[in-house]
């Protein structure tokens, strides 16, 4: 079945549900979900494992409005929580501690006092120095915490150097002979209970070559951690598999996870994967609304849209490619249109050098793909409200977060 975002005669729909008349209730800016793509998408992972033990712990940074994370919980996903706030939101979907993994390079002695005591199933450690900040809050509480080492690898993810995380000079982890020392160190702190390696390499990342190159490393790490007398109970592969954002080829899940399990099968531990952008990013749109048209040289024009930088970060920060299509695409001969938000920053541009049907004020617009690292990432520069947002499900829709008005933006200041 086609879930999502397509063409159905003249208009762009959800999941049949037409996205003129969701934006025409619910306002825009306006982020809009298909719940069947995040089912489907889920699944896909998921069932990819075929019977080898593993759990899909679905990574909160790309999307963690509450709606989307009890859905995911209700198909069965475990959690990657990268700070105090992302637990939090876990736990109130229903996540069991013993179900979220912490991730994140800054761990604040707040949040380690926080998360310590939780009886998570493991805080992925970034250095030596977190290791002991971790032990000297066990040995206060007279508790034992469940810890997995991050390694980096020194792999190249080959995706945009401001998420790739796998090469040395990136902050991520600990180098293999300071993790090696760390490991060694283990059976001698008994507060601290060693229960994983993990790698993390990047996000965005659409070849296999990495990917399995990092699954095979930790294995490796794993296979020595095992013959030293030290067995782990389950390797931490990370999250990154990348998404067709403009339609080129793209490794699938099903061959991921396919490479995943032949690096880690040797070494018969279950399989901890944390994907994000590849389960909920095609599950999202933002849809705007054409605010003006002005002339901008003699081969385009600009179409400033009320969407821009503070919903979706991603073109401005990595120079990411979104498709935008008209909603309701007009007839006329296609034109070139430079299409732009309404945010005071020359790097507020959504889509260069886009073909698309003429373009009126009132118009609307979808911008494609939106679904992770939008609403996560979005901000209230210039006191822009954040949006409302929407999940679309059998035929109709649900709206999962209200828009911010100003009143709420201002309620914190006295
Ligand atoms: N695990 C860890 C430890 C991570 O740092 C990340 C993402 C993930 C899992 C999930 O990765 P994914 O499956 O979504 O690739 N804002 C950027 C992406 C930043 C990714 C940060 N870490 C973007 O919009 O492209």
């Given at each position: 079945m086609t879930t999502g975002f397509f063409n159905s005669g003249q208009e762009l729909v959800c999941d049949g549900v037409p996205l003129a008349a969701i934006a025409d209730a619910e306002g825009t800016p306006l982020y809009v979900y298909s719940a069947p793509t995040i089912r489907a998408r889920y699944r896909a992972i998921d069932d990819a494992f075929d019977g080898y033990p593993h759990a899909v712990h679905y990574a909160?940074?790309?999307?963690?409005?509450f709606g989307i994370v009890r859905l995911l919980r209700s198909l069965g996903s475990a959690a990657d929580a990268n700070s105090v706030g992302e637990i939090e939101v876990a736990r109130r979907a229903g996540f069991a501690p013993a179900d979220i993994v912490f991730t994140g390079v800054g761990k604040s002695q707040d949040e380690l006092a926080y998360a310590v005591?939780?009886?998570?199933?493991?805080?992925?450690?970034?250095?030596a120095g977190e290791l002991d900040r971790i032990e000297a809050i066990a040995q206060r509480l007279d508790a034992a915490v469940r810890v997995a080492v991050r390694i980096n690898p020194d792999i190249d993810a080959g995706s945009h150097p401001h998420i790739s995380t796998g090469l040395r000079i990136n902050k991520f982890g600990v180098p293999l002979a300071t993790a090696r020392e760390m490991l060694a160190s283990m059976?001698?702190?008994?507060?601290l209970t060693l229960v994983s390696v993990h790698v993390h390499i990047g996000s965005?990342?659409?070849?296999l070559g990495p990917l399995g190159g990092a699954a095979a490393f930790v294995a490796r790490i794993a296979g020595e951690l095992r013959r030293a007398?030290?067995?782990?109970e389950y390797v931490d592969v990370g999250g990154g598999l990348g998404i067709s954002y403009d339609g080129s080829h793209v490794v699938s899940p099903h061959d991921y996870v396919t490479a995943l399990v032949a690096a880690v099968r040797p070494t018969a531990l279950p399989i901890v994967v944390e994907p994000g952008r590849s389960i909920v990013g095609p599950a999202g749109a933002l849809v705007a609304r054409v605010i003006d048209t002005k002339p901008r040289n003699a081969l385009s024009e600009f179409v400033v849209i009320d969407a821009g930088m503070t919903e979706l970060m991603r073109p401005a920060l990595y120079d990411a490619f979104h498709r935008i299509e008209p909603v309701r695409p007009s007839p006329g001969d296609p034109r070139a249109y430079e299409v732009v938000g309404?945010?005071?920053?020359?790097?507020?541009?959504?889509?260069?050098d886009r073909i698309l049907p003429p373009l009126e004020v009132g118009d609307l617009m979808a911008i494609l793909d939106s679904g992770a690292y939008g609403s996560a990432m979005a901000s209230n520069y210039n006191r822009r409200p954040l949006p409302a947002e929407v999940l679309v499900d059998n035929g109709s829709w649900q709206r999962i977060r209200r828009r911010q008005t100003i009143d709420d933006i201002l309620a914190l200041e006295p």
């Open positions: 909160l940074k790309a999307n963690s409005t005591p939780l009886g998570l199933k493991a805080i992925n450690v970034e250095s059976p001698a702190r008994p507060a965005q990342i659409t070849s007398g030290q067995p782990l309404p945010v005071c920053e020359s790097s507020d541009v959504v889509g260069r």
